[in-house]
């Protein structure tokens, strides 16, 4: 019973981060002929060309800048001893697997994956580490089954709960 009860909170959880995620943006649209000559030459320099072509900037997508103002926590890299044995919060992803030296944003929005980030922050011996593994459904029985392998991983950047972060896998 507790378990229903808690895959229904995480299903109603899911929904409202869906509803979130698929709201429209306003746009402004912009008269061209109004432009000044700084204006254009600001948004000629971030990408768009006079022929109307567009460049992508390759570095944007590692700032994760659609998270919004976060706290940056580069340079907290914890390096460990081999062998070390370190009890560290586990984040459980269903449909996610993470690999080593990659980043991940995530929204954190369930009561228990911001407590492991509160304790991410707060421990000694591994600073800002958590582990991450994968889970997925039992086709059978429906049952949420748990990875056998995962990876460390570090938040480099997160804001204020409800967090949103990112994640880098170090190992």
């Known amino acids: 019973m507790e378990e229903d009860r808690i895959l229904e909170r995480e299903r109603y ?25 700084d204006e254009l030459t600001y948004r000629t320099s971030a990408g768009a060309s006079a022929s109307g072509e567009f460049t992508y900037d390759t570095s944007l997508a590692a700032l994760h800048s659609y998270l919004g103002d976060v706290e940056d926590t580069h340079n907290r890299l ?9 009890n ?40 800002y580490t958590i582990g991450v ?10 049952r949420i089954k748990l990875a056998t392998t995962g990876t460390t991983a570090e938040v480099w950047n997160l804001n204020p709960p409800p967090f949103l972060i990112v994640i880098f896998s170090n190992t």
Do not use: C
């Not at 429209?24 to 912009?30: D, I, K, P, T």
């Not at 914890?78 to 370190?86: E, H, P, R, Y």
């Not at 996610?96 to 011996?125: G, H, M, S, W, Y």
């Open 13 to 37: 959880q899911m929904e409202q981060i869906r509803q979130l995620e698929s709201e429209e943006l306003q746009v402004e649209e912009v008269d061209e002929e109004e432009s000044s000559d």
């Open 78 to 86: 914890s390096f460990l001893d081999g062998g070390a044995v370190l």
């Open 88 to 127: 560290v919060p586990l984040f459980y992803l269903e449909g996610v697997v993470l690999f080593p030296e990659a980043t991940l944003p995530l929204r954190v929005v369930q009561p228990n994956f911001i407590a492991a980030v509160e304790k991410a922050l707060r421990q000694v011996d591994a600073p």
């Open 133 to 142: 593994i994968r889970v997925h459904r039992d086709p059978i029985n429906g």
